[in-house]
Structures are given as C-alpha cells and as structure tokens.
T-cell receptor, first 115, second 111 residues
Framework: GAGVSQSPRYKVAKRGQDVALRCDPI?????LFWYQQALGQGPEFLTY????????KSGLPSDRFFAERPEGSVSTLKIQRTQQEDSAVYLC?????????????FGPGTRLTVL | GESVGLHLPTLSVQEGDNSIINCAYS??????FIWYKQESGKGPQFIID?????DKRQGQRVTVLLNKTVKHLSLQIAATQPGDSAVYFC??????????FGTGTSLTVIP
C-alpha cells in the first residue's frame, strides 16, 4: 500500500513568513509523529498524535510551531514567522498503534529553507 | 536525557565485503532499538529492529546485535552492495512514544 506522503517536498520562505507542511500517514495508522532533521544530524522529535489528540508536544522548539490533526488522519505542521534557524527537513512518521515498540514509518520529508 | 551515539561518522567498504556499523546508547531503560537507512533526499527507511529481550536478530543480509551490558548496538550488512550506500541511523524507544536518533554513519560502498 501507499506509504507516508508529505507536501510540499521543498519550501522556500522569506524570514517572517508563515508556512504549512502537510503529512498524509499510512491509512489506518493511529499514531503520527513530526520530527525535525538538521543537516548532517539525526531526526529530533517535535510532536506526537494519537488519532486527533496531540499527546506530546514537548519537542516543539517555540510557540511559533503548531501542529494539528483534526480528523485523526492528515496532519499539518505550521510554523509562524519563520526564522533562519527553522531551516531543516521536517519528517512525518506514522505507526499502527504508537508506543515505544511500534515501528515508525517515515515520509520523504519537506525541506524548508528560510532566507 | 537520552543519548544515542555512533562510533564512526563515515565508513567506506569494498563491494562484496561485510559492513559493521556501531551505536552506543546511555539509557538502560530502552526497550526497543531500530536501524534506519536514509538515502539522499529521502526519509529514513526501516531496516531491522530488535527488542531488549533479544541479543541478535537477522534479516535479509542484515543482522542486528544488542549488548545490553555495555549498551551497544551494531548493524552488520553482509556482502555490501553499491545500493547500500546511505546514512544509517540507530534509534531507540523507551517508555515514551518518541524515538531518539543518533547522528548517523555515512556508508560508502566502493565498487
């Protein structure tokens, strides 16, 4: 079946602009994760949803970052007033149930460049 | 906090040789370990996983070894092929829901 998809694949924003990144998880997957990956680094956790409930947002770096999953499927990560340090690849992952031993499957990521 | 580290940032091997990628971790409470492969411009791709009640698990051409005593994880790739060239990440999950990733090892296969 189809894997995790993300759009857009590339986004260039001017500093101060708002951006919205979309994630379509694997159909039927309950849990959805957002990670941020800086160049040359491993992904770092941002936030986690179980269905429509955002259960953990401890990794969001500032209140400019906001994520939602209103119907428990598609999720959007929004970054307001983008800064240069927000430049990174934003990865979305989904898992069937969630939890510490459930495999997370990743999308291709959205590369955000803030000028 | 969590700590997942890799011993070597880069690794070059001849095609056909075996590759070993190592990973150290600090959290003894971790229950689940995963190896991901990430090619340029793509998201991490699941390779193999192992739970803390095991010390070895084999897949197709890949083997993961877990040594909980010294908190060490390794990925062995047999008969390495050019298509194996990528960055490899170890990741682990504990009592929470997030995975913690290492910084990655870049594997280059020399034809």
């Amino acid at each position: 079946g189809a894997g995790v998809s993300q759009s857009p694949r590339y986004k260039v924003a001017k500093r101060g602009q708002d951006v919205a990144l979309r994630c379509d998880p694997i159909s039927g997957h309950v849990s959805l994760f957002w990670y941020q990956q800086a160049l040359g680094q491993g992904p770092e956790f941002l936030t986690y949803f179980q269905n429509e409930a955002q259960l953990d947002k401890s990794g969001l770096p500032s209140d400019r970052f906001f994520a939602e999953r209103p119907e428990g499927s598609v999720s959007t990560l929004k970054i307001q007033r983008t800064q240069q340090e927000d430049s990174a690849v934003y990865l979305c992952a989904s898992s069937l149930f969630g939890g510490p031993t459930d495999t997370q499957y990743f999308g291709p990521g959205t590369r955000l460049t803030v000028l | 906090g969590e700590s997942v580290g890799l011993h070597l940032p880069t690794l070059s091997v001849q095609e056909g040789d075996n590759s070993i990628i190592n990973c150290a971790y600090s959290n003894s409470a971790s229950d689940y370990f995963i190896w991901y492969k990430q090619e340029s411009g793509k998201g991490p791709q699941f390779i193999i996983d192992i739970r803390s009640n095991m010390d070895k698990r084999q897949g197709q051409r890949v083997t993961v070894l877990l040594n909980k005593t010294v908190k060490h994880l390794s990925l062995q790739i047999a008969a390495t092929q050019p298509g194996d060239s990528a960055v490899y990440f170890c990741a682990m999950g504990d009592t929470g829901n997030q995975f913690y990733f290492g910084t990655g090892t870049s594997l280059t296969v020399i034809p």
